[in-house]
């Protein structure tokens, strides 16, 4: 049995389950999200748990039983207390700024870089190095900042660039002098 995949997942108050036809929807106080679930899996709201069960021990079967569960936990978690993911802009002249709903980026290039908040994700910018993506669904808020991220990856010489707050990037060398 999956040790993932059995464990309840616990409904909090204010939160609100429906499963119909292989869609569950859970309804809260920051946004509502809803997953098409396999068929094979089966998902059952009982009291203030949600349990996920498989019919059988095939392979398919059990990576879709704690794949299923992680992913109704995520959205439960989303509608309660949502998202964020930190970024951190690093290099001379390098700056971001929120103007309106959108986050005006200076990288170095001969550009500003724009991105725009969708209606899902909001970016935040508390200081003029720092981003952080907002919203109540984790996959689409860790997209998000993989492709603002991707704009202006970190380079291993001097660091410049866009990285995760917790991500640690290995510097290197420069080139060797000529013989000394």
Do not use: W
């Not at 569960?69 to 390098?94: A, D, P, S």
């Amino acid at each position: 049995m999956s040790r993932i995949g059995r464990k309840p997942i616990n409904i909090p108050a204010g939160v609100d389950v429906k499963v119909d036809n292989g869609v569950i929807t859970v309804k809260g106080p920051k946004g509502e999200l809803s997953y098409a679930y396999n068929p094979n899996m089966t998902v059952e709201v009982q009291g203030a748990e949600i349990t996920v069960s498989r019919p059988d021990d095939k392979k398919e079967n059990r990576s879709l039983h704690g794949l299923t569960r992680t992913l109704i936990h995520n959205m439960v978690v989303g509608v309660t207390e949502g998202y964020k993911k930190e970024l951190l802009v690093n290099g001379v002249g390098y700056r971001v700024q929120k103007q309106g709903n959108k986050c005006v980026m200076n990288l170095g290039y001969s550009h500003q870089v724009i991105v725009e908040d969708t209606e899902d994700i909001k970016l935040e910018v508390p200081d003029p190095n720092r981003i952080i993506v907002v919203g109540i669904d984790k996959q689409k808020v860790g997209q998000f900042a993989a492709e603002i991220r991707e704009k202006r990856p970190p380079e291993p010489y001097k660091g410049k660039g866009i990285k995760y707050v917790d991500e640690y990037i290995r510097r290197k060398e420069g080139k060797a002098g000529k013989g000394k």
